[in-house]
């Protein structure tokens, strides 16, 4: 199973529907376990990802702007039912007392606490490993 990196991630969008917000994540740092003799981690990204938060409400920092909460993000925890994941593993869902905390690079964060997430890569994008040495 793909595990991913909240930090470091790129938000493209935010798309409140009602109590849904979706997150769009075109690219994130993620793992892999080996497979075969050679049972080392994979590294790499996951392309594609969209994160969906049911039952949710949004809480941003006084003066921003939604449109301001796209870019990197530097810090990021899935909180569910008070156990903190900085690692997602993708495909998942949860269900519960849930809070999403993602602070950006560019000094923007947000606060989602929802009652489900599910986190996905609809399309059949999907995990690219890295060459860097």
Not at 103 to 121: D, F, H
Request: hydrophobic share 45%; charged share 20%.
């Amino acid at each position: 199973m793909t595990h991913i990196e909240l930090a470091d991630a790129q938000l493209a969008d935010v798309v409140l529907d009602g109590g849904t917000i979706t997150l769009r994540i075109p690219v994130a740092p993620a793992r892999q376990p080996g497979e075969g003799a050679d049972a080392r981690p994979v590294d790499g990204f996951l392309q594609g990802l969209v994160i969906t938060l049911l039952g949710a409400s949004l809480v941003l920092d006084e003066g921003t702007a939604l449109g301001e909460c796209l870019g990197a993000v530097r810090e990021g925890a899935l909180v569910v039912d008070g156990q903190t994941l900085r690692r997602l593993p993708v495909p998942a869902e949860w269900r519960g007392a849930v809070s999403l905390n993602l602070a950006l690079r560019n000094g923007a964060s947000l606060r989602i606490s929802a009652t489900e997430v599910r986190c996905a890569t609809p399309g059949g994008a999907g995990f690219r490993e890295s060459l860097a040495c």
